[in-house]
Structure formats: C-alpha cells, structure tokens
C-alpha cells in the first residue's frame, strides 16, 4: 500500500528553538493533515491543507503542502513544553477513496 | 460539543476472552473510522463505515475481529477470541460529512492488554 516517509523520527531541542519536520510520499496527494499526539489521548488535528503551494499557521504552528504535491512540511516556532509529544502527517491520495495515509511520527522531546 | 467517546479507556483480559470495543462518534458526522496503533506498525485502519455502511473492511486483521455500526451514534468493535497479539490502543474516528474535508476526529483511544 502507500506509505509516507516522515522524518524525522525523533528530536532532541531546546526550549525556545525551532522545528522543522516533513513527510513525503512516491504518490500525489490531494490533502494534507498535521496531528499531534499526547501520551494517553488521540490524535488532535493541527492543521489541514487542501491546495498545493497552500501554507497556514495555527498559532506558533505552520504547515506547506508541497508545490509537487508529494510532500508536506510542519515548522514550530520557539518550542515551549507542550509541544513535547508525537506528530503525524497524513494524506489523501488521489487515488485513496476515503482513507488517510499516515506517517509514522515525530517524536518531539524538549529539554527545560 | 463533545468529541467522540470510547469505552473502556482500559481493557485488560485472557487470551481467548472476547473484547468489545465502543464508540460514539461526533454527532453529525456520518463517517466512521476504526485503527489500531502499535509501536511497530504505527496507525492501522481496520474498517471503516459511510451513513452507517461498512465500505472497507481490508485492514481487518482476520476473523476473530468484526464491527458493527447499528445507528449513526455507535459502533462497536468486537476480537473472539482475543490473542496475545492484539495489545494495542484501539482508536475510533468520525468525520464530518463535507466530500471533501477529510479531517478525522479521535477519540482517547482503548488501551487493550490480553494477557
């Protein structure tokens, strides 16, 4: 089946600094979704996009759907303590009926 | 407006027992999403429903699972008879019904052990 390739697996940072993360696939994509999961609970949406080139914040949050349409990007700014959790992409392939694809996760670790 | 509401957060039973897994879904969303999430394999999906309607049940381990969805407000899914290798955090999602949103909304997950 179609996979994602999420990277990267995991991240040791600073308080205050900034993150990158990204997902990609072989295949073209229609929407991208930005999740983060903390221990215990569920995936909470982030951020949803829905046009290529597309790029949206939520709050200290900002996501890209790739110009190619096979990738997505999600930046954090001045990480505070809880970000500290696992983020997930997922994708709609154009050829993927109502089923997301989804990554395999960011680990997101913050030292104080 | 509450999200969707899964019962039990924890299941603990024997091999051989069977589980039943609950689920409401957001009211006014007519999808229905079951997954299953390990370390090793990430998020599963198991089955899912449109307006009540299983559409694609190809991630259904085998068997011992099923999953049914009587009305709009619940659903269940069922392991008999549960295996060692069924731990795992079952996760039930619901969407809204926009064709082309295909943002789904968790619920807190069923933490299920067999021992």
């Known amino acids: 089946g179609q996979q994602l390739n999420q990277s990267p697996q995991s991240m040791f940072i600073q308080e205050g600094e900034d993150v990158s993360m990204n997902c990609t696939s072989s295949?073209?994509?229609?929407?991208w979704l930005w999740y983060k999961q903390d221990p215990g609970e569920g995936p909470v949406l982030l951020i949803a996009?829905?046009?290529?080139?597309e790029l949206t914040s939520n709050g200290r949050l900002t996501a890209q759907f790739g110009i190619t349409r096979k990738d997505s990007f999600l930046n954090i700014s001045a990480s505070i303590p809880s970000d500290v959790g696992i983020y997930f992409c997922a994708g709609h392939p154009i050829q993927g009926a109502q089923k997301l694809v989804f990554g395999q996760g960011t680990r997101l670790t913050i030292n104080p | 407006d509450a999200g969707v509401i899964q019962s039990p957060r924890h299941e603990v039973t024997e091999m051989g027992q069977e589980v039943t897994l609950r689920c409401k879904p957001i009211?006014?969303?007519?999808?229905l999403f079951w997954y299953r999430q390990t370390m090793m394999r990430g998020l599963e999906l198991l089955i899912y429903?449109?307006?009540?309607?299983?559409?694609?049940d190809s991630g259904m381990p085998e068997d011992r699972f099923s999953a049914k969805m009587p009305n709009a407000s619940f659903s269940t899914l069922k392991i008999q008879p549960s295996e060692p290798r069924d731990s795992a955090v079952y996760f039930c999602?619901?969407?809204?019904?926009?064709?082309?949103?295909?943002?789904?909304?968790f619920g807190s997950g069923t933490q299920l052990s067999v021992l």
């Open positions: 429903f449109n307006n009540n309607v299983p559409i694609d």
């Open positions: 295949s073209i994509f229609n929407t």
């Open positions: 999602a619901s969407r809204p019904p926009a064709a082309y949103e295909m943002k789904l909304f």
């Open positions: 009211s006014g969303h007519n999808s």
């Open positions: 996009l829905y046009k290529a080139g």
